[in-house]
């Protein structure tokens, strides 16, 4: 079973820039599809970005796309997520996920078996 942290999240005005990171320990993550989720306070977590299993195909959610990088370090067992031009919407807490199972849409929640306890981050305007 992997466990997973997340580190990175922090107060950041409108247009700046953070990374995340997210740390894996007891398996290594090169056999799991990594991704990222958040949720602001009165939503459902939401779907952010994904890379599959060797890091050779990203995917973003609309809302992040052009603006968002999803990365891995499988030496490192260590996935980032490079967040520039942020904006007061990107405030939430993101968390961190993981599956070995391929499913068919791969960006619901429930597509992943393991989660972070959330980094908060805050973007003021």
């Known amino acids: 079973q992997v466990q997973l942290v997340e580190s990175g999240g922090g107060l950041v005005q409108a247009g700046g820039s953070l990374r995340l990171s997210c740390a894996a320990s007891g398996r290594t993550i090169s056999s799991y599809a990594m991704a990222w989720f958040r949720q602001a306070p009165g939503k459902e977590r939401e779907f952010v970005a994904r890379?599959?299993?060797?890091?050779?195909?990203?995917y973003y959610a609309d809302s992040v796309k052009g603006r968002f990088t999803i990365s891995r370090d499988n030496a490192k067992n260590t996935v980032y997520l490079q967040m520039n031009s942020l904006k007061p919407e990107d405030t939430a807490v993101y968390y961190c996920a993981a599956t070995k199972v391929y499913r068919a849409t791969m960006v619901m929640a429930d597509d992943y078996d393991y989660w972070g306890q959330g980094t908060q981050v805050t973007v003021s305007s």
């Open positions: 890379i599959t299993w060797g890091g050779g195909r990203t």
